[in-house]
């Protein structure tokens, strides 16, 4: 379990706050580990391409 989140109160005015003991840093770190996992990975792109969507049509009739 990375998070165990309670409610406190209905949101009736549609502005919803999140109070608790969390930093800017800690808050981050919480977040990237709902986005990705919960495994400590970062990601940098290495190389990128482009590719036509004629090569990708006739790479699927050739397959």
């Given at each position: 379990?990375?998070?165990?989140?309670?409610?406190?109160?209905?949101?009736?005015?549609?502005?919803?706050?999140?109070?608790?003991s969390f930093t800017e840093q800690?808050?981050?770190?919480?977040?990237?580990?709902?986005?990705?996992?919960?495994?400590?990975?970062?990601?940098?792109?290495?190389?990128?391409?482009?590719?036509?969507?004629?090569?990708?049509?006739?790479?699927?009739?050739?397959?």
């Amino acid at each position: 379990m990375i998070s165990a989140p309670q409610m406190n109160a209905v949101i009736t005015d549609g502005s919803p706050s999140i109070s608790g003991s969390f930093t800017e840093q800690t808050a981050k770190v919480l977040a990237d580990q709902l986005k990705y996992g919960a495994l400590p990975l970062s990601f940098t792109v290495v190389s990128s391409d482009t590719i036509s969507a004629t090569l990708g049509s006739a790479s699927c009739r050739s397959a």
